[in-house]
């Protein structure tokens, strides 16, 4: 399963890693990751960007959301919220409630068929009860989430905002299952605009030469490529990717495009 380039280890001198994520405890909540292993397998490095900064150990403070990879797609996916940080010499100790059991969608937006497919954007509530989870490391965490507190009972609203990167359900439907989810491919986006009713969005396509590096996809006539996403229709959107906008500094020749996180890239698009 996927984690972060923590735990590189050099494969063949070649600028690939395996990366591993470390087994969670088994939570009995269909809308946290399991403890369940996959098989590892290789991720390549960032080219430009150090996604790993994002998530040092001195980023962490309680009261923060940060996204974590579920086991299904091994995609960040999920939401925790940290509770308390212990640091003791050049380690780490993470205290961590999931955002479950309390998904909240308007009541407008199409809902999955299939009851325990995951949501990862809408309305969460940090579970009053919920099972405190033990992180020793940071390999199972993709990034920080800025959610917005709404309401005295401190709901937080994760949706997409403009300028972020998210993943979108290639040929979405409502009858998508959770089982399904290692099978899933997917367009990548960038949020241009936002409004309460619809989002518009512009796909981004993998510059040849390089794994995790995108740039805006154009048509024939050499206009973005980009579609109206009704909000009634959130949940075409699947996760969210960590993103570094490229400047001159880094290559002449990729002024304004993006380099992803290769953690939350979906597998196809590192074949």
């Given at each position: 399963?996927?984690?972060?380039?923590?735990?590189?280890?050099?494969?063949?001198?070649?600028?690939?890693v395996e990366k591993k994520k470390d087994p969670v405890d088994h939570i009995d909540d269909v809308s946290a990751p399991s403890a369940s292993v996959a098989d590892s397998f290789e991720v390549p490095d960032p080219s430009f960007y150090q996604f790993d900064d994002e998530r040092s150990h001195e980023k962490f403070e309680a009261g923060q959301i940060w996204a974590?990879?579920?086991?299904?797609?091994?995609?960040?996916?999920?939401?925790?919220?940290?509770?308390?940080?212990?640091?003791?010499?050049?380690?780490?100790?993470?205290?961590?409630?999931y955002l479950t059991g309390c998904w909240r969608l308007p009541e407008k937006i199409?809902?999955?068929?299939?009851?325990?497919?995951?949501?990862?954007?809408?309305?969460?509530?940090v579970k009053p009860n919920g099972k405190?989870?033990?992180?020793?490391?940071?390999?199972?965490?993709?990034?920080q989430v800025h959610a917005s507190v709404v309401g005295k009972n401190k709901y937080y609203e994760i949706y997409p905002r403009v300028g972020e990167i998210w993943a979108l359900y290639r040929?979405?439907?409502?009858?998508?299952?959770?089982?399904?989810?290692?099978?899933?491919?997917?367009?990548?986006?960038?949020?241009?605009?936002?409004?309460?009713?619809?989002?518009?969005?512009s796909f981004l396509e993998k510059v040849s030469g390089y794994s995790s590096v995108f740039k805006c996809k154009l048509n024939n006539g050499g206009k973005k490529m980009s579609i109206t996403i009704d909000r009634t229709e959130l949940l075409k959107f699947s996760h969210q990717i960590p993103a570094f906008k490229l400047t001159e500094e880094h290559d002449s020749n990729l002024k304004g495009f993006w380099e992803l996180d290769p953690g939350a890239i979906p597998v196809h698009y590192l074949r």
């Open positions: 399963v996927k984690v972060e380039s923590t735990a590189k280890v050099n494969l063949d001198r070649s600028n690939l974590f990879y579920g086991d299904e797609d091994e995609l960040p996916k999920y939401y925790g919220q940290i509770k308390e940080v212990r640091r003791i010499d050049s380690t780490i100790e993470l205290q961590v409630i199409v809902r999955w068929d299939d009851e325990d497919m995951i949501i990862s954007c809408g309305r969460f509530k405190l989870c033990t992180y020793h490391n940071t390999n199972s965490i993709s990034h040929g979405w439907t409502t009858k998508l299952k959770r089982s399904d989810l290692k099978n899933c491919e997917y367009d990548i986006v960038e949020v241009t605009e936002e409004v309460d009713s619809w989002i518009d969005v």
